[in-house]
Structure formats: structure tokens, C-alpha cells
């Protein structure tokens, strides 16, 4: 009884970033649980997995708008190199090291699978996962983490960002829009600068809409963070198991699968994660960034 009083005292609502943050976060999972070459298909399940791919197409980007967001909301008028350096070593701890642990621990995954099953893992890497810098430099061996590298790489250049913002404002964004249509620019760099530029010169309903409370726990941050870093091994494999053991046949088969497949996986991590704060809290901030 005492626990369930101190937890409840402990809950405070955060505002609708943080319910963003949930929505896409479950978004992005509905999106990579869309595995069809893991079964006999049929027109139907594929109309779906396309409309449920085509409605999470915006999940990433939003994301990259809420880190360029977040990043400069609170940034002074004329922020000095010391402020920037507090920024790097804050995303240091709060980026680099959840996603080296993240690929630290997919790789021990895969070493596994790769002598055990050979081959369900045989050659998906080929021997790029061997090289120390694969990581940053061909790609995440987590291949969901693409984000978190690219977002590495746009926090680096964001001194450039803030210049482009401050003295171009948004017409420094759209041009950097305009690249990334014509397939010239990056897609972060262009998304993360448009939440920039919000968090930088904040237009008002915008602002007032984004920091407006919600019922979403604050402590829903380090949930989605977790999510987000561990979702994609564990659905490669719950889905995987479910098809071998179930055989689906039919759309309604294969739409029980997807749905048991995300449900699984965020009732699995959730239980994981809240079992990892309570055993082990001082390791599990660090996993999730000190969130």
C-alpha cells in the first residue's frame, strides 16, 4: 500500500509533447511489426500493410521536429560557445551512450542467432557488423537506430542550424526543404531545423499547443526512449515465432498476427522496463539517456 502511495505522489502529468512522444513511439512499432515477407501474403493484408506504412510515414519526421524543437526552446537570444558544449555533453549521455549499449546488445543478439540459427541471421550484415565503426558509419546493427545515428550527426552541426535559423528564420528552413525534396538535402537536417526554428522564434498557438498539460505520465519519456531503443529485435522475433507456430493462412490470419505481434512487444518491453526501474534504476537511466 505504501509503494502504490509513493508511486501516486510521484506521477506528474507532462504536457502534449510527451503524448506525441507515446502516439509515435506506438506508431513507429505498428510500422516495423509490417513484416510480410515473413509469410504467404495475400492482396488484401498487403492493402493494409501499406495503409498502415503509408499513416506512419510522418512518425520519424515528427520525431526529428521534436528533438530540433526541444533542443533550442530554451536557448538564450545569443548563446555562447559554452552553451553549445553543455548541449553536446548533455546529448552525449542522453544519445550516444543509450545507442552504443543499444548496438552492444543487438550484436551480442546476433552473434547468438548467427550460431544457433545460421540461417534465419546468415548474411544480413555480411561482414560489415565485424567493423568497429559500423555502427556510425554503414549503420546501426539495431537498424531502427538509423535515427538515433543520423540524430547524432544533426546535434554536431546544430551551431550551423542555429545561425541558419537566427538570421535566415524560416526562409533558411524552407530552403533546406526545397533540397530535401530534390532529394539534394538530408531529411533530419530539414526536419529538425523546422522544430528549431519553433523553438527558436516560437509561434504562439504552436507553442501554447505543444506545452499544454496532458495525462501522459512524464515518466512515459524514459518508457518510449526504451521502446524505441529495443523494439525492433523483439518483433523480428515474436513475429517470427508466431508464424512458425501458428501458420497463418488467410487476411484475417495475418492480421491476428501483426496485431499479437504489437501488442506483444510493448507489453513485453513495458513489463521489462518497469521491472529494470525497480531492480536496477541507476542502469536503467543510463540505458534510456537519464530520462
Known amino acids: 500500500m505504501e509503494a502504490v502511495l509513493r508511486e501516486s505522489l510521484n506521477r506528474q502529468n507532462g504536457n502534449r509533447v510527451d503524448l506525441l512522444r507515446v502516439l509515435l513511439t506506438v506508431g513507429i512499432v505498428c510500422r516495423h511489426a509490417t513484416m510480410t515477407d515473413l509469410a504467404v501474403s495475400t492482396s488484401a493484408f498487403d492493402a493494409i500493410t501499406q495503409g498502415i506504412i503509408w499513416l506512419t510515414e510522418v512518425c520519424v519526421p515528427l520525431f526529428y521536429v521534436i528533438s530540433g524543437y526541444l533542443y533550442f526552446r530554451n536557448a538564450p537570444q545569443d548563446p555562447q560557445p559554452r552553451w553549445f558544449l553543455d548541449k553536446y555533453k548533455s546529448r552525449f ?38 567493423d568497429p565503426v559500423f555502427v556510425f558509419w554503414t549503420g546501426p546493427v539495431n537498424m531502427s537506430l538509423w535515427f538515433i545515428r543520423e540524430l547524432i550527426l544533426v546535434v554536431l552541426v546544430s551551431p550551423l542550424i542555429f545561425l541558419l535559423v537566427r538570421y535566415l528564420r524560416w526562409w533558411g528552413v524552407l530552403a533546406l526543404g526545397v533540397l530535401w525534396v530534390c532529394k539534394i538535402g538530408p531529411a533530419p537536417l530539414f526536419f529538425f531545423s523546422l522544430g528549431a526554428c519553433e523553438g527558436i522564434w516560437k509561434i504562439a498557438p504552436v507553442e501554447r499547443w505543444l506545452m499544454a498539460p496532458s495525462r501522459v505520465d512524464t515518466r512515459s519519456r524514459a518508457w518510449t526512449y526504451f521502446v524505441y531503443l529495443y523494439h ?59 530520462k
Open 232 to 290: 525492433y529485435l523483439l518483433i523480428v522475433g515474436v513475429k517470427k515465432g508466431l508464424v512458425m507456430v501458428l501458420h497463418p493462412q488467410g487476411t484475417l490470419a495475418l492480421v491476428g498476427i501483426y496485431l499479437l505481434s504489437v501488442v506483444l512487444v510493448l507489453g513485453v518491453l513495458t513489463v521489462v522496463y518497469g521491472l529494470m526501474r525497480s531492480v536496477t534504476p541507476g542502469v536503467t537511466r543510463v540505458i534510456v539517456g537519464g
Open 93 to 130: 549521455f542522453s544519445l550516444v551512450i543509450p545507442y552504443l549499449i543499444a548496438n552492444v546488445i543487438a550484436w551480442g543478439c546476433y552473434y547468438f542467432a548467427l550460431k544457433a540459427v545460421p540461417s534465419m541471421v546468415s548474411g544480413f550484415f555480411g561482414d560489415n557488423w565485424k
